[in-house]
């Protein structure tokens, strides 16, 4: 009964939980420090000033997050707190597409919560 319950609403059930993750995302924003913050600042500041990526820039890590935080600096200004917020806006878009895609809306909605 409870799981045909849940199977029933599981479209409705993964959003909120996309909903929770992203509300808690909103409350963690300015506590603690994020994992390689300050390194991707400055190699996104440095990308904007024309220097490139593991050529001038040294560094062992995929560039993505490089990029987007040059590109949320060029938007938004040299703010930690509104990088925070464009990187947790991607991380929702991120879960949400790949929650339409797969259609499996609970699995990844628990994901994005934990």
């Given amino acids: 009964m409870i799981i045909q319950s849940i199977h029933k609403h599981r479209r409705l059930l993964g959003w909120l939980l996309i909903l929770l993750s992203f509300c808690i995302g909103m ?10 913050e300050a390194d991707n600042l400055v190699a996104g500041r440095l990308i ?7 050529t001038n820039i040294f560094s ?9 935080t040059a590109f949320s600096i ?7 707190s509104l990088l925070r917020l464009s ?12 929650m339409l895609v797969t259609e499996v ?8 919560v934990f």
């Avoid at 409350?27 to 390689?36: E, H, K, T």
């Avoid at 062992?60 to 990029?67: L, Q, V």
């Avoid at 990187?87 to 790949?98: H, K």
């Fill in 60 to 68: 062992h890590h995929f560039p993505f997050a490089y990029y987007w």
């Fill in 27 to 36: 409350m963690l924003l300015r506590v603690g420090i994020f994992n390689d």
């Fill in 74 to 80: 060029l938007i938004f200004g040299q703010s930690i």
């Fill in 87 to 98: 990187i947790l806006i991607f991380q929702t878009a991120a879960f949400i597409t790949a």
């Fill in 105 to 112: 809306y609970i699995s990844v909605g628990l994901v994005a």
């Fill in 48 to 54: 904007l000033q024309g220097q490139q990526l593991y």
